[in-house]
């Protein structure tokens, strides 16, 4: 089946430390993009990319990192810096609409 | 001003009653809008997807757009229980840019 895959579905950080979020898909779609969502905010773009080895800022970069080496895989990493990083966070792959991930739960210990 | 505006609710209806969920833009180069739906805890999945003014209707929903006033309209007719979950219109310039999305509805139909 073709889809998009986040993993984990549920994440513990503690203070301090980088955790990394997967996201895989086999849309073969060049667009990936991680989105943050907290209640009542929305969705709030962290980072984009519309090709393999290039990728942008979105509005909320500062605390983030990712990566995109592959055309199926777009890594984000939640690092230290960021100060409140408790909140589910959304990837999605775009060809002429998003295709959401079911998301991971981060969650700061 | 926000690009994409959206009332966050929640949004209370009966069983049967037609809903109705709306945004309004701010850009005029917005061309293509979306609506999305997010059950609890889980990723948005799209509903309906439209380009030009005017109606489009997929089973009970019709997407309505109007760029004169740069305002979208989601309809759900005859809402179900199951409707219940959180409405989010989205916007894009052009088919490859980023996509900018409101905060989202959340609409609740009682049984």
């Known amino acids: 089946d073709g889809g998009i895959t986040q993993s984990p579905k549920y994440l513990f950080r503690k203070e301090g430390q980088n955790v990394t979020l997967s996201c895989e898909q086999n849309?073969?779609?060049?667009?990936m993009y991680w989105y943050r969502q907290d209640p009542g905010q929305g969705l709030r773009l962290i980072y984009y990319?519309?090709?393999?080895?290039?990728?942008q800022k979105g509005d909320i970069a500062e605390g983030y990192s990712v990566s995109r080496e592959k055309k199926e895989s777009f890594p984000l990493t939640v690092t230290s810096a960021q100060k409140n990083p408790t909140a589910f966070y959304l990837c999605?792959?775009?060809?002429?609409?998003?295709?959401f991930g079911q998301g991971t739960r981060l969650t700061v210990v | 001003q926000k690009e994409v505006e959206q009332d966050p609710g929640p949004l209370s209806v009966p069983e049967g009653a037609i809903v109705s969920l709306n945004c309004t833009y701010s850009?005029?180069?917005?061309?293509?809008f979306m609506w999305y739906r997010q059950y609890s805890r889980k990723g948005p999945e799209l509903l309906m997807y439209?380009?030009?003014?005017g109606n489009k209707e997929d089973g009970r929903f019709t997407a309505q757009v109007d760029k004169s006033s740069k305002y979208i309209s989601l309809f759900i007719r005859d809402s179900q229980p199951s409707d219940s979950a959180t409405y989010l219109c989205?916007?894009?310039?052009?088919?490859?840019?980023?996509?900018?999305f409101g905060k989202g509805t959340r609409l609740h139909i009682l049984p």
């Open positions: 849309l073969n779609h060049d667009a």
């Open positions: 990319s519309q090709i393999v080895n290039d990728f």
């Open positions: 850009n005029s180069a917005f061309q293509y």
């Open positions: 439209t380009y030009s003014s």
């Open positions: 989205a916007t894009e310039m052009n088919r490859d840019d980023k996509i900018i």
């Open positions: 999605a792959s775009m060809d002429t609409e998003a295709f």
